[in-house]
């Protein structure tokens, strides 16, 4: 099969497009057939070998996929071939037209999903509920300003506020990424990349501020999140490239909370709860993952070309084996 492979870290051109033998499910293991795997920004942090988590070279990146159970280990008895599923992990990599996955990384994609949809799954609408619900304990009235809600995982926030009943207010840098966002449901949209969109929030909130904020970009707003806060808030921070400087009063005075959130820290029983909540999601039509780049396996160098562009994001970047 194909798979791409990374034999030494650095830039994007180390992802090579390479022929190796097909893989063997082992106990407890499934083969799936790769349709769509997803992207994210965090392979593209692991390839530069720089990650706090370091792989064992070569690999092949990707956690997450759509596609279609190809073979199953002699003891996996929940799978079979033919099964349509989505992964939220895999012991090969998911950049490659079949990924080995333990029988708990995959889950049954619903009808309705593409496997497009299925490879935007995992880490996005996973890492969206995880800061919402598991560490922020959004609440259905609460406000929720998802800062950055244009790309892959701010339009898991956006479409899983709205479901429960939040007032959603999202942020993007673009015009087309603000129709986007209003389009998955938020109540209000700001353009992040104007000077005045938090004094715009203030007047959206009768000066209230917001209770939660999903924050995918806190070295950039950290320090201004706190001053965006109603009283008992939390700033849920989920994307963050570098260091920021905060006043820790802004957050004293209206007693805020600052989250962080990690999706690698779920425990098996929150990833159950986690994967029936969106298993429910896309069966009834809540979550509607948007896919906005296909982008061919072989092309897989400038699909991280693309997920590290500063803006402009529009959904999420798939890869096509
Ligand atoms: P993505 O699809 O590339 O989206 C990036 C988002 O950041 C876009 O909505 C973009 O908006 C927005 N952005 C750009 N400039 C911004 C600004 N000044 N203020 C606020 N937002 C801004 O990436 P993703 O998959 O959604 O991931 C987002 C971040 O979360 C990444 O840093 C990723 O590494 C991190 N993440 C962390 C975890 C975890 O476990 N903690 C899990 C998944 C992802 P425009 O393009 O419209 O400007």
């Known amino acids: 099969m194909k798979a791409i492979r990374v034999h030494e870290f650095g830039g994007p051109e180390v992802l090579k497009l390479e022929e190796v033998p097909d893989p063997q499910p082992g106990p407890g293991q499934v083969v799936v057939r ?7 920004p965090v ?12 792989p064992n070279l070569p690999y092949t990146p990707g956690s997450d996929a759509g596609g279609v159970v190809l073979s199953v280990g002699l003891d996996v008895k929940q799978w079979k071939a033919g099964d349509r599923v989505y992964t939220f992990g895999a012991s090969s990599g998911t950049y490659a037209e079949q990924a080995v996955c333990n029988q708990s990384q995959v889950r049954r994609l619903p009808a309705n999903a593409s496997f497009e949809q299925g490879a935007a799954i995992g880490v996005p609408y996973g890492t969206a509920y995880r800061g919402l619900f598991q560490r922020g304990n959004a609440k ?27 007032t959603v207010i999202g942020t993007a840098g673009s015009e087309r990424g603000m129709q986007l966002v209003k389009d998955q449901g938020a109540h209000h949209v700001l353009n992040h990349s104007s000077d005045d969109y938090l004094d715009e929030l203030m007047k959206l909130t009768d000066g209230r ?31 963050s490239r570098g260091a920021v400087e905060i006043n820790p009063r ?10 962080g959130v990690t999706l690698v820290a ?14 429910a999601g896309l069966t009834v039509g809540t979550l509607r993952p948007i896919i906005g780049q296909e982008i061919p396996l072989a092309e897989a160098a400038r699909a991280h070309q693309e997920v590290m562009k500063p803006s402009g994001a529009h959904g999420k970047i798939v890869l096509k084996p």
């Open 34 to 40: 790769v349709h769509a795997a997803g992207v994210n």
């Open 43 to 54: 392979d593209a942090y692991i390839r530069t070998g720089t990650y706090a988590f370091k």
């Open 140 to 166: 259905p009235a609460e406000t929720v300003l998802v800062h950055g809600a244009s790309g892959g995982v701010g339009i898991a926030a956006v479409q899983l506020a709205r479901a429960v009943g939040m």
């Open 209 to 239: 501020g917001v209770d939660i904020i999903v924050e995918l970009l806190a070295n950039k707003n950290l320090g201004k999140d706190l001053t965006a806060l109603a009283k008992k808030g939390r700033v849920m921070v989920i994307g």
């Open 250 to 259: 802004d957050a004293m005075g209206r007693e805020a909370d600052i989250r």
């Open 266 to 279: 779920t425990t098996e029983t929150e990833y159950g709860e986690m994967h029936a909540a969106l298993i």
